[in-house]
């Protein structure tokens, strides 16, 4: 099978298939077990680093066959230079060895922009360290690898090796990976050129056994001296000797042997010939024209060839029976391979034989094949290889081009830079291409010059569809890069003219405009509007079967449903998003499972919140941390550790974030961190500190809070009035929500009890649909016996059941019963005065005491039996060494309790 489709990107199965040992070859008994010496060791690196044709797939799948460890193969090829294609491959292979393993770093590689590599492999290594078993990882052909993330990749793996693995290189050259720390460590085995060469008694047991040539002694001992037992060498000897000897019988096989003398690569040249000679015409063609194939099936080659009569796939096993070569790709034989230096030797060949125009029919015809077969990235590189700019520019946007992949995009970016000016003049949408492809994955840098050259060149152009479509998609390319750098009204401005010019059936364009506009129209306040563009890009993304558009829609969509207060409806389209993700949601899950997080947050349903929360840290870390997304995680599970009390653990999360924030400059974070860092300082007690942070940031909710903590509700009043008509004006009802909710506390405080009521009535109405609960509950004390009057007042009317906040106030009172946590600092003062503190129960029962409340009305008020009630007056009055109310009072203010 030449594609697995059961991967989150087209997976090429070839590439992990362990080559199958040779029915005839040379035992090398002595290389196996210094191999199995390797594995003594706990974990460890075997390298094998020898040039080309000195046997080294080979040694390793004859060792691998008869190893009785797991075995997982990636042969590498120029392709896996690009980081995100190399460790999609890496998992593919350890997944070979168990289906799940690393399903959730292959999720996040699917995204645009490559996660942080160290990240991801963390994850995958812990994973790898859960396997039971002892296994191999085999990296064939390593010397293609020139990029250095890839290097450092596996620099990576190297260093953090689970104990059960072992790390098997083949390469042509040492890999620039920590040897000499290895060798020190005694985790390092190496086999060279000198190891793998033949010895006298193999090269006499290859060419007599394995070759069948019948040679006297002293013609193998020429032999193996003129290719210093280079395994390659002595077999293309013995491919010509067959000829020779078929011909002229064995007379002329001193002369032939005499015949050859140098370099390896005049030895190759020379003996590539004798080989190619005493091949058929058809043989040869077959071998030059299928050599510019990186893997060849039999349909594919009739294709190249286009010879009449000839059948592809039993060539293929001919050359395979004739030693020629050719690796199996696959246990049906249906796909193989040449050896890679025969193929270069092929290559060079092919193009001194054949005209520039005769070649480039060859990848023409290679990536018709390819396009055929649905495979638009092989089909896209033949058509650039053909130097077809028509059909390559065709082909890089077809649908079955993985764009979602960043291999195949950085293939494409790659061409589109190699392309001459005069190229790109004559076709400005390639340069287009070039920078919405560059946006994809995350490159900003160039985009704007790509954009404007194309634009110069539309100027003089006839202002059709085809122009005017461009010129939108120029303009939506402004919008997104806009968007990286939260320019509002540049976002706002190009989005709609986008929308102006690009033709109603570029679906991908007229999404990405719509979405920008949508989330502008957020960060701006404008809601309505930004519901209504969300609406028409969820629309085009159900019309164009776009998973990611459609998630990327549903999230910013539910986004506008929670801040409208409707969190049902907003968790019912978080779901949905979530559902499309499937079970390895990729990092952009992160905007997902904290919309989540923030609902179930609100429903008091912690556990639930706390779960989504660390999924959505966990996602938002395998972005670069160039990317603030994990910071807005963080902030939150700071505020879930302060509602369960943890104030520590929340400052400490908190000074994490703002250290974060500060370092890499995330300007729009600040103030969301500082507001939480507020709520943190005042449970500590530290009021100035709080107070300091929010003149800084200019956070008036936070200054309304401030001024309650320092008994001073009028000037909290002066804040929230003015704010919530603004508010109001606006039409954000989240905010204007929070306010009304503060507002009715700073009211009680300052003795307008029945305005407080009205406005906590208000608050109940607007949040009672969305089913707030934390919103009162984080209030604390203050907000409870608020909310218990408000019950008492309905309570006093006909039908009290029946009323639409009964049953919601209670709800919110019965979340109450589970203690509100005590500032930091009257904690403090407890234990340094009592010798036994007062529970957070007692206290509030004190609280009601000094507001003259009787037994009976403060069981009503806490759900409580009368007896129970009691029962902690006596505890209450035992601990502060009291016999009375007045006395309990009276001890509960010197202490600072009231």
């Given amino acids: 099978m030449f594609y697995n489709w059961f991967m989150p990107a087209s997976i090429l199965a070839t590439k992990l298939y362990i080559p199958p040992p040779r029915p005839k070859v040379v035992l090398r008994s002595h290389l196996i077990e210094r191999l199995n010496g390797g594995l003594q060791r706990t974990s460890g690196v075997i390298l094998i680093s020898a040039p080309a044709g000195f046997g080294k797939t080979t040694l390793v799948s004859e060792w691998v066959a008869r190893c009785e460890d797991s075995v997982a193969w990636l042969s590498l090829d120029e392709g896996d230079n690009d980081p995100a294609r190399f460790l999609v491959y890496l998992v593919a292979a350890m997944q070979t060895l168990a289906a799940g393993i690393g399903a959730g770093v292959m999720a996040a590689l699917q995204a645009p922009q490559l996660p942080p590599i160290e990240s991801l492999l963390t994850n995958l290594l812990n994973e790898l360290t859960a396997v039971s078993d002892n296994f191999i990882l085999v990296l064939d052909d390593y010397h293609v690898i020139e990029t250095p993330l890839v290097d450092q990749a596996v620099a990576f793996?190297?260093?953090?090796?689970?104990?059960?693995m072992h790390l098997v290189i083949a390469t042509r050259e040492d890999p620039p990976l920590p040897l000499a720390r290895l060798r020190v460590r005694g985790q390092l085995t190496e086999l060279r050129a000198a190891d793998l060469c033949f010895t006298s008694a193999e090269a006499a047991e290859f060419l007599n056994r394995v070759m069948g040539l019948s040679l006297s002694a002293e013609n193998i001992a020429a032999l193996e001296t003129r290719t210093e037992g280079w395994i390659a060498g002595l077999q293309l000897a013995a491919l010509a000797l067959q000829g020779t000897i078929s011909l002229q019988g064995h007379q002329d096989t001193t002369s032939f042997i005499k015949s050859f003398t140098g370099s390896h690569h005049f030895v190759l040249d020379y003996l590539l010939e004798e080989v190619l000679h005493q091949q058929s015409e058809s043989i040869q063609a077959f071998l030059l024209r299928t050599s510019i194939l990186e893997r060849l099936c039999g349909s594919l080659c009739e294709a190249v060839l286009l010879t009449p009569g000839v059948s592809g796939q039993e060539t293929l096993e001919y050359l395979e029976h004739a030693n020629l070569f050719i690796v199996p790709l696959d246990n049906e034989r249906q796909w193989y391979r040449y050896h890679h230096l025969f193929g270069d030797l092929l290559r060079k060949r092919l193009g001194q034989t054949l005209t520039p125009e005769a070649s480039t029919e060859l990848h023409i015809r290679a990536s018709q094949w390819y396009e055929d077969h649905g495979l638009g990235l092989?089909?896209?590189?033949?058509?650039?290889?053909?130097?077809?700019?028509?059909?390559?520019?065709?082909?890089?946007?077809?649908?079955?081009?993985?764009?979602?992949?960043?291999?195949a995009v950085n293939t494409i970016l790659e061409w589109l830079a190699s392309l001459p000016k005069s190229v790109l003049d004559?076709?400005?949408?390639?340069?287009?291409?070039?920078?919405?492809?560059a946006l994809m994955t995350g490159q900003t840098t160039g985009v704007e010059e790509r954009l404007q050259a194309a634009e110069a060149v539309l100027q003089s152009a006839e202002l059709n569809a085809e122009t005017r479509n461009l010129i939108g998609q120029i303009a939506c390319a402004r919008a997104t890069l806009a968007l990286t750098q939260y320019q509002l009204e540049a976002m706002i401005n190009q989005a709609r003219r986008a929308l102006e010019y690009l033709s109603a059936d570029d679906l991908t364009f007229r999404f990405t405009a719509n979405w920008i506009l949508a989330n502008a129209y957020v960060l701006q306040g404008d809601r309505t509007t930004a519901g209504r563009a969300i609406t028409e890009a969820v629309a085009i993304s159900q019309v164009s079967k776009d998973r990611f558009s459609m998630i990327l829609a549903l999230d910013t969509l539910a986004l506008i449903q929670t801040l409208e207060n409707d969190l049902y409806r907003s968790a019912e389209t978080y779901r949905r998003a979530l559902q499309l993700e499937g079970e390895q949601p990729h990092p952009n899950a992160a905007e997902t499972t904290l919309g989540l997080a923030r609902i179930y947050y609100e429903w008091n349903d912690l556990e639930t919140a706390e779960r989504y929360g660390q999924q959505s840290l966990q996602l938002a870390h395998q972005y670069d941390r160039m990317l603030d997304r994990f910071i807005i995680s963080e902030v939150f599970l700071a505020g879930l550790k302060l509602a369960r009390g943890d104030v520590d653990g929340a400052a400490t999360l908190l000074a994490q974030a703002d250290r974060a924030a500060r370092e890499q400059n995330f300007v729009q974070r600040r103030p969301e961190i500082a507001a939480v860092q507020v709520l943190t300082l005042l449970r500590q007690g530290e009021v100035t500190a709080a107070a300091q942070l929010a003149q800084t940031y200019d956070l008036p909710l936070s200054q309304a809070r401030i001024y309650l903590a320092q008994e001073e509700p009028a000037k909290a009043l002066g804040v929230l009035e003015p704010l919530r008509q603004q508010l109001e004006a606006k039409g954000w009802q989240d905010e204007r929500l929070k306010v009304l909710v503060l507002q009715a506390v700073a009211l009680h405080a300052h003795g307008e009890k029945d305005q407080a009521a009205r406005r906590l009535n208000e608050a109940l109405t607007l949040a009672e649909p969305g089913g707030f609960i934390r919103l009162f509950v984080d209030e604390g004390e203050p907000m409870q016996l608020l909310i218990l009057d408000f019950r008492f007042s309905i309570e006093k009317q006909a039908r009290a059941q029946d009323h639409q906040l009964f049953g919601y106030v209670n709800k919110i009172l019965a979340a109450f019963a589970s203690t509100v946590p005590l500032p930091q600092a009257e904690v403090s003062q407890q234990k340094s005065t009592l010798v036994e503190p007062l529970s957070q129960r007692e206290l509030e029962i004190l609280k009601l005491i000094a507001q003259g409340f009787s037994n009976r009305e403060i069981g009503e008020r806490l759900f409580l039996a009368l007896d129970t009630v009691k029962g902690h007056n006596r505890r209450i009055f035992d601990k502060l060494q009291v016999q009375r109310r007045t006395e309990a009072i009276a001890r509960a203010r010197e202490l600072g309790l009231l």
Avoid at 157 to 164: F, G, I, M, T
Avoid at 392 to 402: G, I, N, T, Y
């Fill in 157 to 164: 793996l190297v260093e953090h090796l689970p104990a059960q």
């Fill in 378 to 407: 092989e089909a896209f590189q033949h058509a650039t290889a053909a130097n077809a700019v028509e059909r390559a520019e065709r082909l890089m946007v077809d649908k079955s081009m993985p764009l979602h992949f960043r291999g």
């Fill in 426 to 437: 004559a076709r400005p949408v390639l340069r287009v291409r070039s920078a919405t492809m």
